[in-house]
């Protein structure tokens, strides 16, 4: 049980040079997600599975990816959804795909209730381009596999299915979990944006370590032992000798919890609130010297993903989404590094390309890209 995240894209607002806006595929053992599909997404995509095969690494198989998490409307983070979608389509997909996002209570409200949008809906706001999408030829019927459009008030936890191929709206009980995922999990934290928006937080299940059958089959012990050691009971043996059952036991490995930000003011408390996070991939769109600007447009700036990743207790901290204006990340580095002053919170900053590996025990890797593959 592991989390291989690839961050695809790590420019804010527009393509640079050297950076592609934002995307990301979190790779757990039983299946893929991928969160935000900027424009050019899917070819990406392509360029990272060509680069796994090519250094034998596993390969991320389309066909794996069971959800796209997207967590807001802003076209950076969406505009690669479409011709994605129509792609599958062509690669005559058939497996169910889960499409989880942000909208307001008000939207939801009015959703449910037929009637007109509130006056101050963003035209950014996800129902709204889903719509548009439905008419451009996004819906099951016209794609050819199923697709669940859910819409969710990330804060109040209510949620609801856009059925277009009906022209109809249900109301959820819950937000739905991919097709088959039993031990990873997937939930929005409430973000501050200026538009509806959520991080996404993937955890996986704590595993029980595994019973050494080999250390009782060597002390030729009874079945009724070997069970109660299982079952982690102690076992007195005749001759009075005392078995310790957690010596039969590998350690228990502890869960992993990995969070993607997705554009967000500093301090938003879905991450703050956190209890337990491997790996925080937080933006950072700006440097100090905008901090009122970040302020205003309610993103961060280094420091502030810093401040945030302390308060929410994150063992790791990636920084992402950077601004035109920064040409290379050393500042934005120390920046953030002097925030974080004596904690040991590990940081580093994300290039196009970039994998985060964390094992099941949670220790975590930054695979850097560059032009002679993958390092450390
Ligand atoms: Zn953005
Ligand atoms: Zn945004």
Redesign the pocket.
Known sequence: MSFDIHILGTSSARPTGSRQVSGSIVVCDEGVAVVDAGEGFQSRFAIQRRRMKQSDKSQIKVSRVDVLCLT?G?L??TWGVLPWLHTLSLDKRKKPLLILGPTSGEVLESVLSNSDLPENTSNSDLLIQWRSWHQLGGTSQQLGFPVRWILGDVKSNRWIELLPDSDSVIELDKMPQPDGWSNNKIKPLPTN???P?CGWHFSSKPKKGKFNRLRAAELKLSDAHRAGLARGEDQTLEDGRILASDEFRSPDSGGISVVLSG?TSEMSEGITSLENCDVLVHESTFLEDSSERAMNYLHSTASGAARTALSGGAKNLVLTHFGARIKDTDELLSQAREQLGESKTALTAASDGDRIHVSDLGSVTHHYWGEQGWSN
């Open positions: 807001h802003h950076d983070h944006h200026t538009v928006s554009d």
